[in-house]
């Protein structure tokens, strides 16, 4: 007996199904450079995104000597925040890079959805971007086309940056914007002087971007149009664009400040560099720990250092280990959360915490006086508990009755550290914001016809006042003078009484 069921045809380009070490799922994509797979590390027993050069790229020898270039210098960004390459080779006359698959969708797909960003998650997802770009910059290597197509968010919240390097390849050998995919989006975003000569480009051109990419997460509009790309840049030379604060109330006026420095026309009036534009958003105080768009159980906190990131896999890790080695404790822990609010809160703990003075204290208290401790400051987040005598004491993050707390607890600590570093920076800060505003006036003054208008009233207005002055002192001021050089002195003798004496 026969069948005649259709066969599938291989998911991979050309029809392949494996290339090298990886194995093709299924069809991701495709743009400028060539198609994106989703494809199996056979080797790692791992995912990957398996991007496969287009054939009219394969026929330029220059421009595939700089995609492995580029591709190798794009594996040194070794960032949590940045997509990992794991390897660039050909096979079957077929060139093609291998990075980290990211299971989530782009930020621009999320403004698409969205529009305008809450504050807090705009500055999250942008100082995730600037941390990775900072290492990136250390080593010389500039991204290029930041924007929001090329900033992912996994399904747990974690920001990803993709493309380095491999955008400034395409740049070099394809600088006319018209070609078919090549370039599309990126003039909405890139600096003037990358548009001009993009080979002459350094970190403050990402810096440009990014605030770009920030203005569109804040306001769900572009600073800059135009019918065609010719007109955006020129748009962007002129440095005009209508204040976010303006499209979006709740933008606060320092953080517009930030971006009119950020989207200064010339580089040498933004941040030095990224280090800068992150300390600033970070004074600010505004960042959410999480996006609030993501709705996921074991969701990304951005916290200090020594925080979890990870918070539900740490605490399932651990939670196994306390098992182990406790005899069960996180099973008991576990079926004394599901037995009810009441006899949780009637659960006694020993716990083990610093006091006030500085010295260990051991005290025996219920569930919820521990859960009110934590919301009050009066323990921090290394004390330890156990629940029967024979238990090693542990974190109070492991245990599943005080995880949220303890992940509140952090969240306050470090906006209480951003707090302390806000008032260092607060004096340079306020300097700095007063020569803004008046630059922010005299671009708003001058800009356009009315600008000029109103320049040649306000000169009109200055000469005018100093040709007045000029003949009220000719006509008036000079005699008046001579007047008071004239008049004698009331106490000065006159020469009658002088003689009579």
């Given at each position: 007996m026969s069948t005649n069921a259709p066969v599938s045809e291989p998911p991979g380009p050309d029809g392949r199904s494996e290339l090298g070490d990886f194995r093709f799922v299924r069809k991701l994509g495709q743009g400028g450079m060539g198609e994106v797979f989703l494809a199996h590390q056979m080797s790692l027993d791992r995912p990957a995104a398996v991007k496969v050069l287009a054939k009219?790229?394969?026929?330029?020898?220059d421009f595939?000597?700089?995609?492995y270039r580029e591709a190798r210098a794009m594996a040194k960004v070794d960032h949590p925040h940045a997509v990992r390459v794991f390897a660039v080779d050909e096979a079957e006359g077929v060139h093609y890079v291998a990075m980290e698959f990211v299971d989530g969708q782009s930020m621009q797909k999320w403004c698409d959805k969205l529009g305008a960003l809450p504050v807090?998650?705009?500055?999250?997802?942008?100082?995730?971007?600037?941390?990775?770009?900072?290492q990136a910059?250390?080593?010389n290597m500039v991204h290029r086309d930041i924007k929001p197509d090329n900033i992912m968010v996994t399904s747990r919240g974690v920001v990803k940056l993709s493309d380095f390097g491999l955008a400034k390849a395409l740049d070099d050998d394809d600088?006319?914007?018209?070609q078919s995919g090549t370039g599309l989006g990126t003039p909405y975003y890139m600096a003037p002087e990358q548009a001009r000569n993009a080979k002459h480009v350094d970190g403050r051109s990402d810096i440009y971007a990014l605030g770009v990419t920030l203005y569109h997460f804040?306001?769900?509009k572009l600073p800059f149009t135009g019918s065609s790309a010719i007109e955006v840049i020129k748009n962007k030379e002129l440095g005009r664009f209508t204040n976010a604060r303006k499209l979006n109330p709740s933008v606060p006026e320092?953080?517009?400040l930030i971006l009119d420095k950020m989207m200064a026309v010339k580089p040498e009036q933004r941040f030095k560099d990224m280090s800068e534009v992150i300390q600033h958003l970070r004074g600010l105080g505004l960042e959410n720990p999480s996006l609030s768009f993501i709705d996921a159980p074991d969701k990304f906190v951005a916290a200090g250092s020594g925080a979890p990131k990870k918070a539900a896999a740490a605490s399932s890790a651990v939670?196994?280990?306390?098992?182990?080695?406790?005899?069960?404790t996180a099973k008991a822990a576990s079926s004394t959360t599901n037995t009810g609010s009441t006899a949780a809160a009637t659960v006694m703990w020993t716990v083990e915490c610093i006091n006030a003075q500085g010295r260990k204290q051991v005290l025996n208290w219920s569930t919820q006086q521990i859960l009110q401790a934590l919301r009050m400051g009066a323990i921090d987040n290394r004390a330890k508990a156990k629940r029967r005598p024979n238990d090693p004491l542990l974190p109070l993050a492991q245990f599943p009755e005080f995880e949220k707390a303890v992940q509140s607890l952090l969240i306050k600590q470090r906006a209480e550290g951003s707090n302390r570093q806000a008032k260092v920076l607060l004096d340079s800060f306020q300097r700095q914001e007063r020569w803004w505003k008046i630059k922010r006036k005299l671009r708003d003054m001058f800009s356009g016809a009315l600008g000029l208008l109103s320049f040649g009233i306000y000169l009109a207005i200055v000469v005018g006042i100093l040709y007045g002055a000029y003949w009220g002192w000719t006509n008036y001021g000079r005699e008046y003078v001579d007047k008071l050089r004239a008049a004698p002195s009331p106490s000065a003798p006159t020469e009658a009484a002088t003689n009579t004496k």
């Open positions: 009219h790229l394969v026929a330029k020898p595939v000597k700089r995609f807090g998650d705009a500055i999250h997802v942008i100082l995730r971007c600037a941390e990775a770009l900072e910059h250390r080593i600088m006319q914007m018209t804040l306001t769900g320092k953080l517009d939670s196994k280990a306390a098992a182990s080695t406790a005899g069960g």
